[in-house]
Structures are given as structure tokens and as C-alpha cells.
């Protein structure tokens, strides 16, 4: 059996409260150039949710449990953490996933 069953990877639903979409969006795209500069970072993707303006997912991806932890401790997201009250209209919500396709042809050729 392949050990790459560490890889985390999970979607961060976070929901603004109303009239700080736009101030949640920024802080969300602030953490995307740092984040991909970790070395535990596989993806980091931000969506907005077209039926809900105001409602983020962030698909994110780390080798395993200890890449995300140091994530977690990061200036940048511990910046992002003292702003969640303000921002969120609830806590912010990480769902993981298991993949359970076969790796995509994508890049390769």
C-alpha cells in the first residue's frame, strides 16, 4: 500500500458576514502567495460560490497533518484568525476529503 494516504486534503467554507464580502475576499487572496511558497503546500485554490457572493471555498492540500499544523501557526494565517470574528458570519468550516479517483493526465505530455 502507497503511503501517500498522509496528504490532507480539505475544502475551508467561510461565509462573510454581510457587507464584508469584499474585505474577506482580500484577506483570503492575501494568504494564497505565501501559503503556495510552503514547503508542505501541494494546493491552495480560492473559489467564490456564484449563487452566494460572499461565500468562499478554499480547496487546500498539504503533504500531511504536520504541513498543515505549521500552516496553521504561520504569521499570515494567525493574521487571518484575529480578523475571522469580524469577517465570518460563522466559524469557519474545513471539510476533508479522501481522493478517491486516479491521478489526472494533467501536465504530463
Known amino acids: 500500500m502507497k ?19 469584499e474585505r474577506l475576499r482580500q484577506a483570503l487572496l ?11 503546500n501541494l494546493d491552495y485554490v480560492l473559489f467564490e460560490l456564484k449563487d452566494e457572493p460572499g461565500t468562499f471555498y ?5 503533504v500531511n497533518q504536520a504541513a498543515l499544523d505549521a500552516h496553521c ?10 480578523q475571522a470574528d ?6 469557519l468550516r474545513l ?3 479522501e481522493e478517491v479517483s486516479p491521478p489526472s493526465a494533467m501536465g504530463q505530455g
Open 30 to 40: 492575501a494568504l494564497i502567495g505565501p501559503t503556495r511558497r510552503e514547503p508542505g
Open 58 to 62: 478554499m480547496r487546500e492540500a498539504f
Open 86 to 91: 469580524e469577517l465570518l458570519a460563522e466559524p
Open 95 to 97: 471539510i476533508f476529503m
Open 73 to 82: 501557526e504561520t504569521d499570515y494565517f494567525q493574521g487571518f484568525v484575529r
Open 3 to 21: 503511503m501517500t494516504a498522509d496528504k490532507l486534503v480539505s475544502i475551508a467554507v467561510l461565509t462573510a458576514k454581510p457587507g464584508m464580502g
